[in-house]
């Protein structure tokens, strides 16, 4: 009776493990959404910091690229770039973008390192939990390229063109925190040339929507609130470098090793470091209320305008119409890529935190040097320029989650208020037209009438 009882919850447990097995299956490749697909990828992979580094780098790539859509492409109502960047990825772009990207030095040797980094370093939680069958799990869900990658790559190939020499290289950190919002190489292309009313950003689209008395306010307060934003970008940065320093140093000091070529820190080198990261907190919460007061200002007058749009909208003119359309795409775009954007920094923030990653990197180092006995000599260079740009990128990763979690929720802030003065102005046009459309039915339904009574008569 013991044994049989013992076997029963045995096999429940399997049971429940296949459940989970499927349960993670069918959410992985059924939804659509980019963002859970990502989350339960990071519960899935090798808790490293590489991974979580990529992942970063892709976020970067997402604010970038809605820095360029908000602030780099002149926009009217006859551009055809909105359709462009909002439109969904297809089989034929996703071949090209796998191709083109399993050329680079991670993508390229993932493969042979994986099985080896697993079994030094471990598995993600939801790995752990299905025991064996994590394995199956992971097989079956092993998508080197993940969504995410796949969006962000895909407005490359549109800004930058399909040659991969014009890319950006988004997966190498800069040494610099500076500038964030700019990609630091790559050569966009020319993807449209518009036509007719010609406004420089989408926020100077929407400012020309409003009512002609208020577009003077609103210009001033937009460079007020991006002035302030960038104030409080430069600060995170200051204290991401310093938590680097000591995030270092503790990696160091547990492994005895140099490390990414930071000094050793004396006791009291570490206690000013920690009062610098606590004088920058404050000025970060001050710098930040600034830009906070800045933003409500900027908002508050768009409000305004949406009210006042209320009561006097000129839905006849054609051209602003399909202006307001154009700017409502590219700002819906924006808003649901810095979604997956500060997705993709919480998820690496967490990762970081809940593995340990940072105190397990000598080994994660370590795992590597022996995967490149398995890596074939044709790759091997590209396998010693995935583990040099690894440190680097690891001495800056925390840096670039701070500002870029930043931006993403400004940009899907800003992108919200915009998508609000379009969305009044499409509905109204959308009113006219089912008004337009029933009195015309009207009007046809009645001359049908009379012409059916003059046949009777």
């Known amino acids: 009776m013991k044994h049989k009882l013992e076997s029963k ?17 069918a959410a992985f490749t059924m939804t659509g959404c980019n963002a859970l697909q990502e989350g339960l990828a990071s519960q899935m992979e090798v808790p490293t910091l590489e991974n979580q580094a990529n992942r970063v780098a892709i976020g970067m790539t997402i604010v970038r690229e809605n820095n360029i859509m908000a602030f780099k492409m002149p926009i009217s ?30 993508f390229s040797t993932v493969h042979y390192t994986k099985p080896i980094q697993r079994k030094m ?27 995410l990658t796949y969006r962000a790559i895909q407005k ?23 500038n ?23 926020g100077d689209a929407v400012i020309s929507l409003a009512p002609v008395n208020m577009q003077k306010d609103l210009t001033l307060a937009n460079e007020e609130m991006l002035q302030g934003y960038a104030e409080v970008a430069a600060v995170q940065a200051t204290k991401g470098e310093l938590e680097t320093k000591l995030k ?35 000025i970060i919460k001050e710098k930040e209320s600034i830009a906070n007061e800045k933003e409500a200002i900027y908002f508050e007058l768009l409000d305004q305008a949406v009210i006042a749009l209320e009561s006097d909208i000129n839905v006849d003119d054609e ?83 701070f500002i870029g979690t930043y931006y993403a929720n400004k940009q899907s802030n800003l992108a919200e208020k915009y998508e609000s003065v379009t969305k009044i102005i499409l ?25 059916e009574e003059s046949k009777l008569q």
């Not at 000091?253 to 470091?273: H, Q, R």
């Open 319 to 401: 051209n602003y119409v399909k202006l307001a359309r154009n700017v409502n795409l590219v700002a819906n775009e924006i808003q649901v890529s810095s979604t997956e954007a500060y997705t993709t920094f919480g998820l690496a923030l967490g990762n970081i935190g809940a593995n340990n990653v940072v105190l397990k990197f000598p080994t994660e180092l370590e795992s590597l040097v022996v995967a490149k006995a398995y890596i074939p000599l044709n790759l091997q260079s590209k396998y010693d320029e995935r583990v040099a740009r690894l440190v680097k990128n690891a001495v800056y990763l925390l840096p670039n989650i």
């Open 248 to 282: 270092v140093n503790m990696v160091k000091n547990n492994d005895k090793k140099e490390y990414a070529g930071f000094a050793p820190l004396t006791a009291e080198e570490k206690l000013d470091i920690e009062y610098e990261i606590a004088a920058t907190e404050t």
């Open 427 to 451: 509905l109204a046009y959308e009113v006219k037209a089912e008004q337009e459309a029933e009195a015309k039915k009207a009007a046809d339904e009645a001359a049908e009438a009379a012409a």
């Open 156 to 178: 490359i190939t549109i800004f930058y063109g399909d040659k991969k020499q014009n890319w950006p290289n988004v997966f190498d950190y800069d040494g610099s925190l500076s």
């Open 77 to 106: 109502a006859d551009a055809k770039w909105p359709a462009m960047v909002a439109k969904d990825i297809n089989d034929t772009e996703k071949t090209f973008i796998n191709n083109a990207l399993m050329e680079g030095p991670y």
């Open 121 to 147: 370093l471990g598995s993600g939680a939801l790995m752990s939990q299905l025991g064996d069958y994590g394995n199956i799990t992971s097989q079956l869900l092993d998508q080197t390229v993940s969504p």
């Open 9 to 25: 919850v045995k096999n429940m447990k399997i049971s429940q493990k296949l459940v989970i097995v499927a349960t993670a299956i």
């Open 180 to 202: 964030f919002l700019e990609f630091k190489d790559g050569k966009m292309q020319d993807i449209d040339s518009p036509t007719g009313d010609v406004y420089k950003t989408i």
